[in-house]
C-alpha cells in the first residue's frame, strides 16, 4: 500500500510540474515609452525642471548612464569620481547621464543640492526598457554612438581606471 501511494505522490509530482512548464507565462516585456527605430534602447527621462528628454536625444554621442539613488553607498562613494569625469569630458563626445532611483525625486534633487554635484541628473519618465536589468545599484552602462551598450558596470565603478577608459575607447570605434 506504501509503495502505491508513494508510486501515485510521484506522479501526481511529476505531472504538476510538466503542467506548470507547459503553461508558464512568459515574462512582459518592459517596452520603453519612447520608440526610435535608429537608437536600439531609447526611453524619456526627466529633469528636476520636468524638461523631457530622451536617450536617443544623445545619439551620436558617447553616453556613460548610471543609476543610483541618495541612500546607497556606494553610488554616493563613486559620485566624486563621477563628477571628475564629467567635468573632464564636458563639451566632448561623451555624455554622463544619471538616473535617480530614490522613491521620490525631491529626495534625489535634494541630495545633488546638497553635495554640490552637477552632472545631469534625471528620474525616468515611464517605464526603464529591459536592455537595462537593474539587479543592483550603483549601476552604469557604456552606450555607444548608436545606442548600443558597450559594457555593464554593477557596483562602484572608478571611472578614471584602465578598464574603463579601455571600454570608452571601444565605444568610439
Known amino acids: 500500500m506504501k509503495r502505491i501511494l508513494a508510486i501515485g505522490i510521484t506522479f501526481l509530482t511529476l505531472g504538476l510540474t510538466a503542467f506548470s512548464l507547459v503553461n508558464e507565462k512568459e515574462p512582459k516585456e518592459i517596452k520603453s515609452s519612447i520608440v526610435n527605430e535608429d ?25 556613460v548612464l548610471n543609476f543610483w539613488a541618495s541612500w546607497c553607498g556606494p553610488c554616493k562613494y563613486e559620485m566624486p569620481d563621477l563628477q571628475k569625469f564629467h567635468d573632464a569630458n564636458k563639451g566632448g563626445d561623451i555624455s554622463v547621464v544619471t538616473v535617480a532611483l530614490d522613491r521620490t525625486f525631491n529626495t534625489s534633487i535634494n541630495f545633488m543640492n546638497v553635495q554640490k554635484y552637477t552632472f545631469p541628473y534625471f528620474k525616468p519618465d515611464g517605464k526603464v526598457p529591459s536592455e537595462f536589468s537593474i539587479s543592483a545599484i550603483p549601476m552604469t552602462y557604456i552606450i555607444d554612438k548608436e ?27
Open 147 to 173: 545606442g548600443n551598450i558597450i559594457s555593464t558596470y554593477e557596483g562602484a565603478t572608478d571611472f578614471g581606471a584602465r578598464y574603463f577608459q579601455k571600454d570608452i575607447e571601444l565605444a568610439r570605434k
Open 39 to 63: 537608437y536600439p534602447i531609447d526611453f524619456s527621462l526627466e529633469d528636476k525642471d520636468g524638461n523631457k528628454i530622451s536617450l536617443s536625444d544623445y545619439q551620436g554621442k558617447i553616453v
